[in-house]
């Protein structure tokens, strides 16, 4: 069983940066994926970025050249930096490692973009 823990939201105005923490915890395979997706009030949940145990990073268009996904795998973390934030990031951020079987999420960050 893993565990997911997300951290580092919050308020933010337009233009501003937020670097989100997510740490594994539990029985955790070598070799998983891990990601960050999102959710906006009365959307449905998207991809916003993925990175391989290797470091291989995949990004949804809209983040491209604005958010960067790395990990720590001593330390099972995989962050999410967020530069040039908009309005329209606005949404419950949530961490996921997948491998196999597994399918694991964590509870989810609010990040909020307003002036």
């Known amino acids: 069983q893993v565990q997911l823990v997300e951290s580092g939201g919050g308020l933010v105005q337009p233009g501003g940066s937020l670097r989100l923490s997510c740490t594994a915890s539990?029985?955790?395979?070598?070799?998983?994926?891990m990601g960050w997706h999102r959710q906006a009030p009365g959307k449905q949940r998207e991809l916003v970025a993925v990175?391989?145990?290797?470091?291989?990073?995949n990004y949804a268009d809209s983040v491209k050249g604005r958010f960067t996904i790395s990990r720590d795998n001593a330390k099972n973390t995989v962050y999410l930096q967020m530069n040039s934030l908009k309005p329209e990031d606005t949404a419950a951020y949530y961490c996921?490692?997948?491998?196999?079987?597994?399918?694991?999420w964590g509870r989810g960050t609010q990040v909020t973009v307003s002036s």
């Open positions: 996921n490692l997948a491998i196999g079987t597994i399918n694991s």
């Open positions: 539990g029985r955790i395979p070598r070799f998983n994926v």
């Open positions: 990175i391989t145990f290797g470091g291989s990073a």
